[in-house]
């Protein structure tokens, strides 16, 4: 099976549940005009993070790495008027795209763009939460799952992106930054006794990866 197949299948799933969505292409066009890397979730994947976000009634969600904002406009609209999505992105530039594509989306009253790295913002955040979504550097991965189980409560998901990486995150050779902020994460998570965990590993139209899902007792 080849990546080609994934993406194909992607397509034919998204083609048939997820329908046309002009404010999300919107959102991909202005992030490819602003040169943003296309590493944002695929639609099938924020579809998920929706559907995750609504069945447990979120009305307040936290997200840690931005970018242009394509995976917050898939969250945020699980959020009900007076919802909230806080968001931390490093990159100005980043963070004024996605504010832009927030704004188009018509979310722009619901999601607070934190510009600023994550860890400085985290600790004067406000909890609850009731999802935290963390996909921004991996090597700060058990840092960010710690300050959103501290903003959790009992009942709260926290999703993590990227977990799997091709298979990276097995590879004993492999001693990139983030492939071990991912293994140093996935310790944490397992000697946690608040959360229950799992990890789903993906393939599809962002290729070979998956989330770890963890839920707070
Ligand atoms: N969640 C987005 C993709 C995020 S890509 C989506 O699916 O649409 C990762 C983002 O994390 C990038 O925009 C990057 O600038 C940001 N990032 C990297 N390091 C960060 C840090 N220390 N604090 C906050 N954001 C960071
Ligand atoms: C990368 C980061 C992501 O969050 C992602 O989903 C895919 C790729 C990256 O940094 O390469
Ligand atoms: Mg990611």
Redesign the pocket.
Known sequence: MSEDVWKAVDEYFTGHLLGPDPVLDAALEANAIGKLPA?D?SAAQGKLLQILARSIGARRILEV?TLGGYSTIWLARALPADGLLVTCEVDPHHAEVARENLKRAGLDAVVDVKVGPALETLPGLDGPFDLSFI?ADKVSNTAYFEHALGLSRPGSLIVI??VVRGGRVLDPADDHPSVVGTRRLVEAVAREPRVEATAIQTVGA?GYDGFLLARVK
Do not use: P, Y
């Open positions: 590493i979730v790495g996909d992106d990227n962002k």
